[in-house]
């Protein structure tokens, strides 16, 4: 390769330093996914080694590329360990690529409570990239943000830049289990509507498209051969509509989806870019693990190989076959080391033994007549002479003893000690860990482990109804398992339990499985509630509305119920400021003046005759202050409220005292009672202004 | 907008800049990333970047002791070379400095001896004034003459350094007069340099050197004319500079035939965009090559061939002319890969084969395992990743370079030059010490 560059690149320097704009990048360590247990119970996800190198060190090396400057950490679970590991590593120096790396903890539970956490610190100051911390990508980034800044410089509302790198439709770095579907409008890069196919549930292959796209759009692209590597060029406004939508929980089920159905309402656009070289893929669960390891020691990752050396300290070198070796590996003369495989430091193999397509950690022990085929071996694992090891994945410090079979797919963790001559089935995961659940470590298993052997079958506690349990269960090792999944097979991923969880402990707003009733009590008290909470916080009413509409829209609510609920939200809230002491008046003026909006945006038959809407709200005012103390005063100078702020207009005040539903029981009755002084009022001054009128007309005249 | 986004991607243009302002460690830090993540890459580049590295290096340590300087220089020079071994190129510049650093040192311990000497003798017997005056001015073979003087002082007596000095004289030295390298004197003229400090000494020297690295394809250049004649087929390959500084001279004024292989997958982008002429968008390429003419500005036929029909147009071709990554001390070099099948094919043709490389190339390394010299890249180039199948069920290499044996190489034109690749081992022992070749 002939030399491409000349002396003077400092000159080159000078002329492109002007308009630097700091790339900020916020790094999400736990993606809040159960996915890697049992390991995860013991090891932050993002510090499982990937070919011996933390899955970290990846992420932080894409960043360093994409030549991001600042970056924030966000630990979730173990996040001392990871801590300690960040402040000892190269990226705390003052070497460091990034001017600064700022680890914040945080309690969340989801991305959604870390982007909101992040909105509230205002750390963030311009476009920002979000990667989750298992992110092994090679791509340069300023295709994508020289494009996101473009279109942010023509429409302020495209707000974020999903990165999607292409693959065909079999592919061993997709997710098999859940496919993702983008819906594209390929002219403008704009990504129109986000749905995930889940392949193992019946029923949900289908897209649901809304029509109005179609009609719309003059072309669309529908693709699903998409990695979708969760690498997100974002603007601030981002965070701004995660804080407004509080119950997003996912970056792509909830938030992209939500946010693109809400598109009519605030009109902010999501962007793709689909990278058709280079290499990004995420390390979303086990069988990604073994996918994204064989990519990395192949070579697809290049410059992220083996023998880089990422690491300090690393001294991997490249042989013949994709062996990357580092020195001081003691090989036994009459072993055979196949292809592609990793070889750590100080790891000694003994004689006939065979190894091909495995991952061997610093100072491993291979007993004689060993046979390793795709199995992950971490540091310091011992494997006793005889044994077999077929496609499973053996972690720090575990000891396997003497002629012991692990079947594909099992998982042995940390420190687990496995008695000779034990077979280890198909898909076990075995683990010494302390459980939170039963406050100890459980005894160990002499079933699973042998006599002698430490360790118990872990189970995963979850909320799950049984069969999910058995599905996750069996998951993990099918998951990881290539040869047995296809998108055909009927495995389970843990992904699908994972989206249930969520869907029940967000109280179903966004499930679609429950039946209507169902759906749309639970959209009243949901909204009700939020908005109940956002007057007591005080929130303006934009933003009341906001999520409001977002609310109504995802459970797909009618007008009547948004009615309902923003009375009893309002109702309950005038409630408690007259316990506090406030006159009945005086609250209402203030709730009413301050949200009129609201209220307003609820009704839709200002210019007719007939007014079932406000009619519509007044009875149900009527109905929740039936059951308050005091309703009927709150009621008269509620409607009078209304009347005042032109939300209700006479003619609805007419209509209503003439329904029959105001009428209709004797609870009914009474709350409306006093109301009856202010209906006559009203019905006069509308005799007096019409003759008013008519004076007038004649005075013209 | 593109401008800004440059700007943020580090390379040799960002390192450079910050180390005027890092602290020096960070410096070397971030050049040993930088290497690793191959945001430096090509043989110029990554040898400017050292040489100004360990300009630094040496202009940062407070010493003007010459052991601690060296001990320095080979402490960092480890670390870089580690960080990226298949550039050769930095260990290269890395010996350079540490030659520097020890003739230097020798220098001045002569220099006391002359001087002390000088009292009692009437000449100072330094092997220098020995030499053609001429010789004195190079800067390069002042290094050469003091490799050969590094003996104690007590074997310095005229018999063996001027029979050393007949044979160590290069042909070639009378015949470039005229080129940059020889116009560089350092002004160090002999007795001058005797109280001088040491440090700044090695800073001039290390400040040659990078002149040398700015300089080194016209030097080249100025022996087109010498090798390419009227009416000549000249087979290239891949996009080197040097390569089409030198086609560019000898096209100023002669008329002739370049056939261009494209190299694919590696450089064929970068290759279209040489032969057409369309200033290409690496932003590590620098000014000066941006605006170069291409070859068919000039009225030279250029026909882009894919590299898989070499071999058929082979007979036709009167010269290949190949650009390098490095070269060997045995004559053979390490090139863009598809480089050995052409050598190959113009062997099988009894076509000369002739490697323009600068000196800073030659890198004193004997190819003992030239697999471990080889680079393996990206795959995806060879094929794409989206295809899943074929993914999971082949493996794939992409070596980015060739390794050529010495025996299908005919000539090499350095900025010194012309030599027979088995005549190179001079021109490394010439360059680096002994001491130095494991660093």
Not at chain 1, 643 to 659: K, T
Request: proline share 4%; charged share 25%; aromatic share 6%.
């Amino acid at each position: 390769m002939g030399p491409k560059q000349k002396g003077g690149a400092a000159k080159r320097g000078n002329a492109t330093e002007e308009v630097e704009e700091t790339l900020q990048a916020v790094v999400l360590a736990d993606t809040f996914e159960t996915r890697f247990e049992p390991f995860t119970l013991e090891k932050p996800r993002c510090l499982l080694p990937l070919a011996n190198t933390p899955l970290i060190e990846y992420t932080l090396e894409f960043l360093a590329n994409a030549g991001v400057e600042d970056v924030f950490l966000y630990g979730g679970a173990h996040s001392d360990q990871l801590e300690k590991y960040i402040n000892a590593s190269k990226w705390r120096a003052p070497s460091s690529p990034f001017k600064q790396l700022t680890f914040l903890k945080s309690t969340s539970t989801s991305v959604g409570d870390v982007m909101r956490d992040l909105d509230g610190k205002h750390l963030i100051t311009g476009d920002f990239i979000v990667v989750s911390g298992d992110v092994i990508s090679n791509l340069p980034i300023e295709g994508a943000l020289t494009k996101h800044r473009a279109r942010r410089e023509a429409d302020k509302n495209a707000i974020m830049t999903m990165i999607l790198r292409e693959a065909g439709r079999n592919h061993r770095t997709k997710s098999s289990s859940v496919s993702p579907v983008f819906v594209i409008d390929p002219t403008k890069d704009r990504c129109l509507h986000y749905e995930e196919i889940d392949h193992h549930s019946p029923e949900s292959s289908r897209l649901n498209i809304d029509a109005e796209l179609i009609t719309t759009h003059q072309e669309i692209d529908l693709r699903q051969d998409l990695i979708d590597c969760n690498i997100d060029i974002c603007t601030p406004d981002v965070l701004s509509l995660w804080s407004d939508s509080f119950d997003y929980q996912t970056p792509r089920k909830q938030f992209l989806y939500g946010v693109l159905k809400d598109y009519e309402l605030n009109g902010k656009t999501i962007h793709t870019h689909i990278v058709k070289d280079h290499y990004a893929a995420r390390v979303r669960n086990l069988k990604a693990y073994d996918a994204v390891s064989k990519d990395v020691i192949s070579r697809w990752a290049y410059p992220l190989c083996p023998d880089t050396n990422l690491l300090r300290g690393h001294n991997y070198e490249l042989r013949k076959g994709s062996l990357y070796q580092e020195q001081g590996v003691t090989l036994a003369r009459s072993c055979v080391i196949g292809r592609r495989t990793v070889i750590g430091q100080g790891t000694s193999i003994g004689d006939k033994t065979t190894v091909k397509n495995t991952v061997l950690g610093r100072d491993c022990k291979i007993g004689k007549n060993v046979t390793l085929d795709g199995a992950y071996i971490w540091d310091g694992a011992v494997i006793g002479d005889g044994t077999t090891v077929n496609q499973a994945i053996v972690a720090d410090r575990a000891v396997v003893g003497k002629n012991c079979t692990i079947e594909p797919g099992s998982l042995i963790s940390f420190g687990v000690e496995i008695a000779d001559g034990v077979k280890v089935s198909d898909g076990r995961r075995i683990t010494t860990a302390y459980r939170e659940e039963d406050d100890e470590v459980p005894a160990s298993e002499p079933e699973v482990v042998g006599e002698g052997g430490k360790g118990y079958e872990y189970v995963p506690y979850d909320d799950d109804e049984d069969e999910d349990e058995t599905a996750s269960n069996a998951s993990s090792g099918l998951i990881y398992n290539m040869a047995n999944l296809s998108l055909s097979t009927e495995s389970i991923s843990t992904l699908s339990s994972e989206i249930s969880e969520f869907g029940r402990s967000r109280s179903g707003s966004f499930s679609t499985t429950m039946s209507d009733d169902e759906d749309q009590d639970h959209f009243v008290h949901d909204a009700a509630a939020s908005v109940y909470d956002s007057l007591r916080d005080g929130v303006t009413s934009d933003v009341v509305q906001l999520e409001l509409v977002s609310l109504r829209m995802t459970a797909n609510a009618s007008d009547h119920q948004v009615r309902r609920a923003v009375v009893s939200a309002f109702m309950k809230r005038i409630q408690q400021l007259m316990d506090g002491g406030k006159g009945a008046s005086e609250a209402i003026r203030e709730i009413f003046g301050k949200y009129k909006e609201i209220v307003e945006r609820s009704l839709f038959d200002r210019d007719s005759d007939e007014k079932p809407d406000q009619v519509d709200l007044l009875v149900l005012l009527q109905q929740d202050l039936a059951h308050r103390s005091r309703g009927d005063t709150v009621m008269l100078f509620t409607a009078k409220e209304l009347y005042d702020l032109e939300i209700v207009e006479e003619e609805a005040y007419e209509q209503w005292w003439s329904d029959e539903r105001s009428s209709s029981t004797e609870e009914m009755r009474q709350v409306r009672s006093q109301s009856q002084q202010f209906v006559d009022w009203l019905a006069n001054a509308e005799e007096e202004e019409s003759s008013e009128e008519e004076e007038s007309d004649e005075d013209d005249e | 907008m593109p401008s800004t986004s440059a700007a943020l991607t580090p390379g040799l243009a960002s390192f450079l800049k910050s180390l005027k302002t890092n602290p020096i460690d960070t410096s070397i830090d971030d050049l040993i990333s930088l290497l690793k993540r191959r945001q430096i890459r090509h043989s110029r580049s990554c040898a400017t970047a050292t040489a100004y590295l360990l300009r630094s290096v040496i202009s940062a340590t407070r010493t003007s002791d010459a052991n601690k300087m060296i001990e320095r220089v080979q402490h960092v020079g480890r670390r870089v070379m580690a960080a990226q071994p298949r550039e050769m190129v930095v260990g290269n510049i890395v010996r350079r400095v540490l030659g520097l650093i020890r003739d230097e040192a020798e220098d001045d311990r002569e220099a006391d001896f002359t001087l002390s000497e000088a009292g009692s003798e009437s000449q100072p017997q330094t092997p220098r004034a020995l030499d053609d005056p001429s010789e004195v001015l190079s800067s390069r073979h002042e290094g050469s003459d003091r490799s050969s003087s590094r003996q104690p002082f007590t074997s310095l007596s005229a018999t063996p350094i001027s029979m050393f000095s007949l044979l160590s004289h290069p042909e070639p030295e009378s015949s470039l007069p005229g080129t940059p390298a020889s116009a560089s004197p350092s002004g160090r003229l002999l007795g001058q340099s005797h109280n001088k400090d040491i440090r700044a000494e090695v800073l001039d020297g290390i400040n040659e050197i990078i002149d040398e690295l700015g300089q080194v394809d016209d030097q080249i250049a100025a022996y087109a004319l010498e090798h390419i004649h009227s009416n000549e087929i000249i087979l290239t390959h891949t996009s080197s500079t040097t390569v089409q500084k030198f086609l560019l001279k000898a096209a100023a004024k002669r008329k002739f035939t370049v056939i261009h292989a494209e190299s694919y997958p590696n450089n064929h982008e970068a290759t279209h965009a040489t032969v057409s002429g369309q200033a290409p968008k690496d932003d590590d390429i620098l000014s000066t090559e941006a605006f170069q003419k291409p070859l068919i500005a000039l009225g030279i036929t250029v026909i882009l061939i894919p590299d898989s029909a070499v071999f058929a147009l082979m007979s036709r071709v009167n010269k290949v002319i190949l650009g390098t990554h490095s070269v060997l001390a045995n004559g053979g070099l390490v090139a863009a890969a598809g480089t050995r099948v052409i050598a190959r094919a113009a062997k099988v043709h009894q076509t000369p084969v002739v490697v323009v490389s600068g000196v800073y190339k030659l890198s004193p390394v004997y190819p003992f395992d030239f697999d471990s010299l080889i680079e393996y890249g990206d795959v995806s180039k060879v094929i794409g990743y989206e295809d899943g199948d074929l993914v999971d069920q082949i493996d794939v290499q992409n070596p980015l370079y060739d390794y050529v044996p010495a025996e299908l190489v005919d000539l090499y034109i350095t900025n010194l030059g012309g030599h027979a690749p088995s005549y190179l081992y001079r021109i490394v022992s010439d360059h680096y010490r002994k001491e130095d070749i494991n660093v």
